[in-house]
């Protein structure tokens, strides 16, 4: 589904407001440069933009209408002035470029402005970026380049200084629950995977991973244990925990997992219930936050990051999770 104005602005608003006050001051740059992690709204905004640029009737002077013919052309991908360019194999190659320089000395076919947008601009060839700067280099009144990457510094400097930078921001927790609930996620594990990524991709790619569904249930099972004695929390690690995470980055996910509880508890002490992303265990999560200190929550959270840290050096993970369980177990 097209997303619209709006709907940009609640997932990139300080993008939106940019482009917004370009459009409205007439000072929209002749090249932009999206950069920004996978997943943060480059290409909707993009053609966001674009129909901004070409609508035939933008409310408020910026909001495209989408309804007018030059805004559903470019939502169907078949706008004569609107071209994108991607990857031809693994590369954007010189002749891509050269085909859009001969594309763009043409005159507009139906709208007063030309855009043509780049994805993935930090993967052209060195003879393709040498032919885009040409092209940057002696620019259009009428034509608007939106160049998108997601590693910046392999941009060439002379691109990156005709281009006007924007960078977007890794989206909220909200946002991508909110993006992932579109991918029909039911909630409760939409709230996880969004805490746990902070990227839609990356978070529908981990929701079809029957590994990570496990890993919840073993965690929560791991706090469950943990609240009766260390004991038992030990024989589940050896029961349970080790056999499910082997690996030292599936240890670094538990983690991340068992310290979102944590957080949990916090919330619900700091009465933010609204913030709980484990909802199904609001009322279990409700008793224990009432039977522990707010100093004795921070040590336990103080482990968990210290564990997570400790692995990342090379600690012997089984190790380092029975002195977690320990530590833990302390005083809660």
Not at 18 to 38: C, P, T, W
Not at 62 to 68: K, Q
Not at 234 to 249: A, M
Request: a neutral charge; aromatic letters at 6%.
């Amino acid at each position: 589904m097209d997303k619209t104005w709006q709907d940009m602005s609640r997932i990139q608003p300080q993008v939106m407001t940019m482009l917004q006050n370009s459009i409205m001051k007439d000072r929209v740059a002749h090249a932009y440069l999206f950069e920004g992690e996978k997943g943060t709204g480059k290409q909707d905004i993009s053609n966001t933009f674009a129909k901004s640029l070409l609508c035939e009737a933008p409310t408020a002077g910026y909001e495209p209408c989408e309804t007018c013919r030059n805004c559903k052309r470019i939502s169907s991908g078949n706008h004569p002035d609107v071209h994108l360019i991607e990857k031809d194999g693994l590369s954007i190659k010189k002749e891509q470029i050269k085909g859009l320089q001969e594309e763009f000395s043409k005159k507009s076919v139906e709208a007063d402005r030309k855009v043509y947008m780049i994805a993935d601009a930090d993967k052209m060839s060195v003879s393709a970026a040498n032919s885009l700067l040409k092209f940057l280099e002696e620019p259009s009144a009428d034509t608007v380049a939106i160049l998108m990457t997601e590693q910046i510094q392999r941009i060439l400097p002379t691109i990156l200084s005709r281009c006007q930078v924007i960078s977007f921001k890794p989206l909220s927790p909200e946002n991508v629950k909110r993006k992932l609930m579109e991918q029909d996620l039911e909630p409760q594990l939409a709230s996880v995977i969004a805490h746990i990524t902070q990227n839609v991709e990356a978070g529908i790619e981990l929701s079809r991973d029957e590994w990570f569904v496990q890993a919840q249930k073993i965690v929560v099972k791991l706090y469950e244990v943990l609240k009766l004695n260390s004991l038992k929390a030990l024989l589940y690690l050896q029961t349970d925990w080790f056999t499910h995470f082997k690996e030292r980055e599936q240890v670094d996910r538990g983690l991340d997992l068992l310290l979102l509880i944590y957080k949990d508890l916090l919330y619900i002490q700091l009465d933010k219930k609204h913030l709980v992303v484990f909802q199904n265990k609001l009322k279990e999560f409700e008793t224990h936050a009432l039977h522990l200190s707010s100093r004795r929550l921070a040590e336990h959270m103080a482990c968990i990051l210290e564990a997570k840290r400790k692995l990342m050096s090379n600690t012997n993970p089984q190790l380092l999770m029975e002195q977690l369980v320990l530590n833990l177990q302390e005083g809660s």
